[in-house]
T-cell receptor, first 117, second 113 residues
């Protein structure tokens, strides 16, 4: 079965620390997509990144970076020099093929990141 | 460009009442979907649509109906509310049916008493 595991339920860091959020996935599909979303205390879901299964290049966007490794079925997210505004729940998600479309998202249970000043 | 909008933001219903959660997007997205978010269970797909006039069930469709008469709108109807439907409901849209990121609305927090 398709599954996304975010083993870290809560992480607390002090501002300026680097932090890595882990994501491990299981899928039978050969073509699939992985995503990260941020849910701040205000409750909305903010899209951060999409990665397809054929592109294992790491990506960096400002203080954010993502490490995709098919060999270990992992798609980890690192925040460098964390800030208080990074405090949120972060969700990793996997697209699943459902009745011919691949936009059904399987979400992990999320990691609550608390950045202390 | 408002993105994905949802109304209402909060709603309290009594068991057995019906209501419609509204969702609209102004990005001309083909694909729209409804998820519910429950503590410890993440988000689960209720219904989705790959275009106007085409809808299908997700993994937790019971007790909900949808329709898609226009590209922009995708309302979710609760037929007879039950306490088990207490949840936060998110509408999402993406450009195409496969492989594109989904953009989420702000959510509707529903309580059924």
């Amino acid at each position: 079965a398709q599954k996304v595991t975010q083993a870290q339920t809560e992480i607390s860091v002090v501002e300026k620390e680097d932090v890595t959020l882990d994501c491990v996935y299981e899928t039978r599909d050969t073509t699939y997509y992985l995503f990260w979303y941020k849910q701040p205390p205000s409750g909305e879901l903010v899209f951060l990144i999409r990665r397809n299964s054929f592109d294992e290049q790491n990506e960096i966007s400002g203080r954010y970076s993502w490490n995709f490794q098919k060999s270990t079925s992992s798609f980890n997210f690192t925040i460098t020099a964390s800030q208080v505004v990074d405090s949120a729940v972060y969700f990793c998600a996997l697209s699943e093929t459902w009745r011919g479309a691949t936009n059904k998202l399987i979400f992990g249970t999320g990691t609550l990141l608390a950045v202390q000043p | 460009n408002a993105g994905v909008t949802q109304t209402p933001k909060f709603q309290v219903l009594k068991t057995g009442q019906s209501m419609t959660l509204q969702c609209a997007q102004d990005m001309n997205h083909e694909y729209m979907s409804w998820y519910r978010q429950d503590p410890g269970m993440g988000l689960r797909l209720i219904h989705y649509s790959v275009g106007a006039g085409i809808t299908d069930q997700g993994e937790v469709p019971n007790g909900y109906n949808v329709s898609r008469s226009t590209t922009e709108d995708f309302p979710l109807r609760l037929l007879s509310a039950a306490p088990s439907q207490t949840s936060v409901y998110f509408c999402a849209s993406s450009l195409r049916r496969s492989g594109y990121e989904q953009y989420f609305g702000p959510g509707t927090r529903l309580t059924v008493t």
